[in-house]
């Protein structure tokens, strides 16, 4: 009888790891791109890219590897860190090699398969061409093009996975930029509380706090802001005072005056992990950001009409009206994001 519970017990204890074992395989299953239910069809042209297992993987290699920078200490992954929502937390520009400082706050990677833009300012329309920019920025990577694709070309473990992923080991500017974007369309996050409510999955309801706030949301920042991606993708200026470098966003692309300090609509997802806000980080908190719209909207000459009623500049928010709105933003944090081993540095 003694023996029978010792074999009970090891049953048990092997079934247990077992299934552990089977959560965890589910976990980091590579299910391929998946359009969450909520959302729309992406902007990204899959059918000139599929997202592959192999291709997946090349690109999260690529991501998390400094070869890509001029002295090989810094990868794109620095600068987007997973535990921020991709974004470099605590810092209101971003830091490059050297410690060299650019101009503006990293944007968090998340949702880029249904952006038509890239950047703060703009000036890039193809999620292939975006990495280019921070490869080779002074203040960034520091690098070219062509001397990272021979350091990779020098690594016989990318030519496997190249291999792997294109069908030949040939490392080409086009299967390095596509492999990039393999890994950076997979950045989703779709499975915060909002969604869960969205979706009517699990018996997911607000509280009355958090209704009340969505109901705020939609009246005084849903334009600008729509669901389910919290951006409408456009650029605008918002009345923020130039700062001492006179950054002036879009217009530095166009060249066209009434783009002046016009900036890429910020998603609202993740603002648990993404501070400091907009687009030089200038604001440490979401209650700054508040009382930006609320009091310090300055009247330049392109300010977003959206921000202006009845003569009157900005948004008004009580304090209660605040408390319940920060009470919503908090339902569009979405930690299965930052905590999703696929997107993690293996």
């Not at 620095?78 to 991709?86: D, K, R």
């Not at 950047?119 to 990577?141: K, N, R, S, Y």
């Not at 596509?178 to 989703?188: D, G, V």
């Not at 950001?289 to 928010?317: C, M, T, W």
Request: aromatic share 10%; glycine share 6%.
């Amino acid at each position: 009888m003694r023996y029978l519970k010792y074999i009970l017990a090891l049953l048990v204890f092997v079934y247990a790891c077992k299934k552990s074992e089977d959560v965890q395989e589910q976990v980091e299953t590579f299910l391929g791109f998946q359009t969450p239910k909520n959302f729309p069809q992406p902007v990204y042209n899959l059918a000139n890219n599929p997202v592959t297992k192999d291709g997946f993987e090349l690109g999260r290699k690529l991501f998390y590897d400094v070869r890509l920078s001029r002295n090989n200490t810094i990868s794109c992954g620095s600068c987007h860190i997973q535990s921020s929502a991709f974004t470099q937390h605590g810092h209101d520009v971003s830091h490059g090699i050297e410690d060299r400082l650019g101009t503006r706050n990293s944007p968090p990677i998340m949702n880029l398969a249904w952006n038509k833009a890239f950047m703060w300012g703009g000036g890039v329309f193809d999620l292939d061409l975006q990495p280019i920019t921070p490869i080779t920025a002074h203040e960034e990577m520091d690098e070219s093009l062509e001397n990272v694709l021979n350091k990779l070309r020098a690594a016989q473990a990318y030519k496997d996975k190249f291999k792997a992923a294109f069908g030949s080991d040939e490392i080409t500017t086009a299967r390095f930029m596509k492999a990039l974007s393999q890994f950076m369309i997979m950045c989703i996050s779709s499975n915060s509380k909002y969604d869960q409510v969205m979706r009517k999955e699990n018996g997911a309801a607000f509280t009355a706090n958090e209704l009340a706030g969505y109901e705020i949301f939609k009246e005084k920042c849903g334009n600008c802001h729509k669901e389910p991606l919290f951006t409408d993708g456009a650029f605008r200026n918002n009345g923020l005072a130039p700062s001492a470098i006179n950054d002036k966003g879009l217009y530095g692309s166009t060249l066209i005056t009434t783009d002046k300090y016009k900036f890429k609509v910020p998603s609202l997802r993740n603002l648990k992990y993404t501070a400091p806000f907009m687009h030089d980080g200038r604001f440490l908190t979401l209650d700054a950001v508040f009382q930006h719209y609320i009091a310090e909207v300055q009247p330049l000459e392109n300010l977003d009409p959206l921000l202006v009623k009845n003569g009157s500049r900005g948004i008004s928010l009580s304090a209660d009206e605040k408390t319940k709105l920060a009470a919503f933003l908090n339902t569009l944090n979405d930690e299965d994001f930052i905590n999703n081993k696929l997107l993690a540095e293996q």
